[in-house]
T-cell receptor, first 116, second 116 residues
């Protein structure tokens, strides 16, 4: 079974621009989460989508948004890019969304975003 | 709020020697605990998880972890380290009581260097 795929793998943008990152979950997985990884802040949760609805949100400004499509694929968008948005953005997929989920999250290779 | 601490930024070990990576956690309820490994320019790779039951959890690539509720710890171990185990290791927790969905809270990571 193919793993989580993310496109593109690398992106270079300038301040003020916006960017869209894409994630395709493992076949059969319906929940997609996004994380930001930076050397200073480590791994931080952005949001989780299930059945095309945002179910969970981390502590990030409104410039960070996402969506999920009916085939469970997800995109995240960052508008008005800042230098501090430079990071590795990781997508993770899980089978479902439950209040006390024991599901494992499986991660994609990430998209490396550099903001100049 | 839930949190994870990995007290060692780096662990150095000789090939063939036992490897231990430490993790302590704080949650309001019972924890679900996970270990992931990250190789350079790659996403996070799932190693093992503790949900309930036996305190010793066996995972991929010969890794195991011991859950200790009284010490709120979940240390990762491998009896005989390989050079190929050199990577960045992350401990993560999900609060069983308060968690909604699959969100994980990660520790800061421990870099493991296995020398030949």
């Amino acid at each position: 079974k193919a793993g989580v795929t993310q496109t593109p793998r690398y992106l270079i943008k300038t301040r003020g621009q916006q960017v869209t990152l894409s994630c395709s979950p493992i076949s059969g997985h319906r929940s997609v989460s996004w994380y930001q990884q930076t050397p200073g802040q480590g791994l931080q949760f952005l949001f989780e989508y299930f059945s095309e609805t945002q179910r969970n949100k981390g502590n990030f400004p409104g410039r960070f948004s996402g969506r999920q499509f009916s085939n469970s694929r997800s995109e995240m968008n960052v508008s008005t890019l800042e230098l501090g948005d430079s990071a590795l953005y990781l997508c993770a997929s899980s089978l479902s969304f439950q209040p006390r989920s024991t599901d494992t999250q499986y991660f994609g290779p990430g998209t490396r975003l550099t903001v100049l | 709020a839930q949190s994870v601490a990995q007290p060692e930024d780096q662990v150095n070990v000789a090939e063939g020697n036992p490897l231990t990576v430490k993790c302590t956690y704080s949650v309001s309820g019972n924890p679900y605990l996970f270990w992931y490994v990250q190789y350079p320019n790659r996403g996070l790779q799932f190693l093992l998880k503790y949900i309930t039951g036996d305190n010793l959890v066996k995972g991929s690539y010969g890794f195991e972890a011991e859950f200790n509720k009284s010490q709120t710890s979940f240390h990762l171990k491998k009896p005989s380290a390989l050079v190929s185990d050199s990577a960045l290791y992350f401990c993560a927790v999900r609060d069983m009581i308060k968690a909604a969905g699959n969100k994980l809270t990660f520790g800061g990571g421990t870099r493991v260097l296995v020398k030949p």
